[in-house]
């Protein structure tokens, strides 16, 4: 039964997604009970849990400005194993040594650093039109090209309850596949791993923290009860506010640039006192770019 009302106000909502289910079920979710449109920043494969930051309505513009930012994980990697998706839900191959903690310290900051990473084939990458893993589950043989993406840490925590597993905390930018660094880690190390388990405890500033469950989405809350839920799109901009004159700002919101002072970069604006979007400040000139109220 689809409701009635609609969600007025406009922003994020911070889910813990739990392993096991499809990022897009959460999504789908939302747009129901908010009766607006909504998608994920980031997506979490069905195994992994943790922080899926959903955007609703016009705060699904701002992804783009996310998209590199950073992630951190905990991760538990499973040595002497293969799969064909690179983690424990693909079709496993036993094989390979167990290394010890001293040996994976001493190769881990190879792993760091502004790196080509192949993705994994069973990934949503897109090949002439078709995800990758959709040619993968049907047999197709394909190439996928390397990726840059940026690594800034992975650190050992220690031995995993996961017989001949270790726990990592990763911390990279956007798009960096932690099963490929599961993969790249047990080369480095002469033998295999696979991704057993994955929380992202953080995606730029959501954090595990303030996370609602999905437990709670399902109990079906009221409108009123959601906006209780709901972090507003201008607390989340890591962006300065741009100060223009009353007579400046009507030209701003009728499309025209304005001259300014503020060196070049992207700002947050007020329209008649109240938060409107992003503009633009390009060598002097300052113009609105991005609505999201």
Sequence with gaps: MKRTEKLQKLGFFNV????????????????????????????????????????VGNATRLFDYF???????????????????????????????????????????????DVLQMPPKYSAKNVNGKRGYELAR???EFELQPK??????????????????????IRCGGGTYIRSIARDLAAALGTNAVMSKLLRTKSVVFTLDNAIEFAELEKDPSLAELENFLIPTESVLPFPKLCVSESDEKKLFNGMAVRTEFPDGTYTIDQGGQFYGLAEVTDGKAKTKTKLC
């Design 67 to 113: 998209l590199n930012k950073e992630k951190e994980y905990v991760a538990e990697f499973t040595f002497g194993v293969a799969s064909d998706t690179l983690d424990s839900t693909g079709e496993l191959t036993y094989g390979g040594r167990i290394p010890t903690a001293q040996e994976i310290q001493a190769v881990l900051p190879s792993l760091t650093g």
């Design 148 to 169: 840059a993406v940026r690594i800034d840490s992975v650190e050992l925590l220690g031995e995993a309850e996961t017989e001949n597993a270790y726990n990592f905390k």
């Design 16 to 55: 813990h997604k739990p392993s096991g289910m499809v990022s897009s079920k959460v999504v789908n979710k939302l747009k129901w009970l908010t009766g607006v449109p909504c998608g994920h920043m980031g997506t979490l494969d069905p195994l992994a849990s943790g922080v899926l930051p959903v955007g």
């Design 138 to 140: 049907a047999g197709v």
